[in-house]
């Protein structure tokens, strides 16, 4: 595994984290956020996209890649847009 690879699982477990702080705001559950995590993780377990595998870093844990995966696209086009931006500067 080269640092390339390492920087870029950094940046997609921090956006990750970052979402799932989103579902607790404010002192309440936010139900939208939610929602769009559940879809999005349908979404990712349908097409089996996982990222870890696109940069080169296979999780061990089965399904662990599709799951993060699926929380980080909950977040849209545009966070996704910049991951990637962020990853291919790398």
Same mark, same amino acid.
């Given at each position: &595994? ?7 699982? =950094?940046?997609?477990?921090? =956006? ?5 702080? &989103?579902?607790?705001?404010? #002192?309440?559950?936010? @139900? ?5 995590? @559940? ?6 377990? #349908? =097409? ?7 940069? #080169? =870093?296979?999780? #061990? ?17 545009? @966070? @996704? ?10």
């Amino acid at each position: &595994m080269d640092i390339g690879t390492i920087i870029a699982v =950094a940046i997609v477990s921090e =956006a990750v984290w970052e979402t799932l702080k &989103m579902v607790w705001e404010k #002192g309440k559950v936010q @139900v939208d956020r939610i929602g769009a995590i @559940v879809v999005s993780l349908v979404i990712a377990f #349908g =097409a089996g996209i996982d990222l870890f595998e696109v940069v #080169g =870093a296979p999780l #061990g844990i089965p399904f662990l890649g599709i799951v993060l995966t699926g929380i980080l696209i909950s977040r849209g086009a545009n @966070v @996704v847009h910049d991951i990637f931006s962020r990853i291919r500067t790398t």
